[in-house]
Nanobody, 123 residues
Framework: QVQLVESGGGSVQAGGSLRLSCAAS????????IAWFRQRPGQEREGLAT???????TYANSVKGRFTISQDNAKNTVYLQMNSLRPEDTAMYYC?????????????????WGKGALVTISS
């Protein structure tokens, strides 16, 4: 079991930045893939980025170059730094974990989910 808690959501103006955090209750080295997803109002959930405990990352094309996923293994925490935010980035953001994993990508099924953090971007 992996319990995940997101924090860092809030409201900013377009062009601003936010950093989301995902604290994991357990973080078994080399066996956990952490992903960030978002769900915009009225739309399906969208995978954004993933990171393995070894530090390998992947990004969806929609956020590549603006969002950065990173981790602090000592704190069992994964971050999503979001820059140059746009009104269309307004969404509920979720972190999710897959453990063990064979493919770490922002697609497919994830076993463990946080409750989400709301991000609102005003124009």
């Amino acid at each position: 079991q992996v319990q995940l808690v997101e924090s860092g959501g809030g409201s900013v103006q377009a062009g601003g930045s936010l950093r989301l955090s995902c604290a994991a209750s357990t973080y078994t080295y080399s066996s956990t893939c952490i992903a960030w997803f978002r769900q915009r109002p009225g739309q399906e959930r969208e995978g954004l980025a993933t990171i393995t405990t070894a530090g390998s990352t992947t990004y969806a094309n929609s956020v590549k170059g603006r969002f950065t996923i990173s981790q602090d293994n000592a704190k069992n925490t994964v971050y999503l730094q979001m820059n140059s935010l746009r009104p269309e980035d307004t969404a509920m953001y979720y972190c999710a974990a897959r453990s063990p994993w064979t493919v770490c990508a922002p697609t497919g099924a994830y076993s463990f989910w946080g409750k989400g953090a709301l991000v609102t971007i005003s124009s």
